[in-house]
């Protein structure tokens, strides 16, 4: 995978050189670099090689999807939202620099963005149709839609609740990412609910094993207050479904994209 995470960072590298103001820089490239997996743009990148197409064709979309994740790790950190002081390993934007500067930084990765998904090498239709669809996942029917959802803990939550915040709040943006890289590539609208298929259950499957990472590095009191799988249906049942919806994914893929680079990357992530 190192040759499009390669990619991916020098295409960063170069849009960060675009900012003008170097206060604003280098709290940009603090929220990008090291960066975390780059599992987002990673799977843009794998279903456009495994469609035998120029990784040129999908880079700037797959940059925008990881620019949006940036911003929603930035402003999911604030004190008013989640209120964590790390991030990857290293204190959060706003310890670092100050809550109205990780604020700014944010709006800014976010508005660029939707630059990089109308950039390159495609029709303009093909970059209407990615620039709509980052604007519905990303916006107040997907992301933002989940973490609204999520703001407010309760003492219980039911399945379908806990389903819902993750299909917005996780799923939505791994869906534009997929999405994308169908809709760069032309596929048919019968391989689109395909992907969409496999978005469904990659989001929630995505989540869920985090749930379960977390579930077993905290104490269970704290995450039976949270909208996690394990506190709703246990981590048993957690992990059944897990797997269950891994095979699904993989058996989905193999259809309509063969056991190739995508393939591989399913394997790696759940
Ligand atoms: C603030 C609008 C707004 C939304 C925030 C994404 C999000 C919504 C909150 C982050 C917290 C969280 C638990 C999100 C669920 C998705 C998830 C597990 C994100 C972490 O993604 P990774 O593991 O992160 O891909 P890296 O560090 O690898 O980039």
Same mark, same amino acid.
């Given at each position: 995978?190192?040759? =499009? ?15 003008? @103001? ?7 490239? =603090? ?29 700037? !979309? ?7 994740? @940036? =911003?929603?790790?930035? /402003? ?61 996942? !990303? ?5 933002? $839609? ?19 915040? /993750? ?22 609208? @019968? ?8 978005? $469904? ?13 977390? $579930? ?12 996690? $799988? ?14 269950? =919806?891994?095979?699904?994914?993989? @058996? ?19």
């Amino acid at each position: 995978m190192n040759i =499009y995470i390669d990619l991916i960072n020098k295409h960063l590298k170069k849009y960060l050189q675009t900012i003008e @103001n170097q206060q604003l820089q280098e709290l940009m490239e =603090y929220s990008l670099f090291p960066g975390g997996k780059r599992f987002r743009p990673l799977l843009l990148l794998t279903l456009i090689d495994d469609c035998q197409l120029s990784l040129d064709l999908g880079i700037n !979309a797959a940059c925008g999807v990881e620019m949006i994740h @940036n =911003y929603s790790l930035i /402003h999911d950190d604030l004190p008013s939202m989640d209120n964590d002081d790390y991030r990857r390993g290293k204190l959060s934007v706003h310890k670092q620099f100050g809550e109205a500067l990780a604020i700014l930084a944010g709006d800014a990765l976010l508005t660029d963005s939707f630059k990089f998904f109308c950039k390159g090498d495609l029709d303009n239709d093909t970059k209407i149709k990615l620039v709509t669809l980052a604007a519905k996942n !990303a916006g107040s029917n997907g992301m933002v $839609y989940g973490q609204v959802l999520d703001m407010n803990p309760r003492d219980n939550y039911s399945l379908e609740d806990v389903k819902k915040i /993750h299909l917005h709040k996780t799923k939505d943006l791994i869906s534009l990412s997929i999405m994308a890289g169908g809709l760069i590539a032309n596929f048919d609208d @019968n391989k689109l609910s395909v992907l969409e298929e496999i978005s $469904y259950y990659f989001g929630l499957a995505f989540q869920i094993k985090d749930d379960i990472d977390d $579930y077993q590095e905290k104490s269970s009191d704290l995450i039976n207050q949270k909208a996690t $799988y394990p506190a709703v249906v246990g981590l048993k049942e957690s992990k059944r479904i897990l797997i269950d =919806y891994k095979n699904i994914i993989l @058996n989905l893929t193999k259809n309509i994209l063969g056991e190739n680079k995508f393939y591989e990357l399913v394997t790696r992530v759940l």
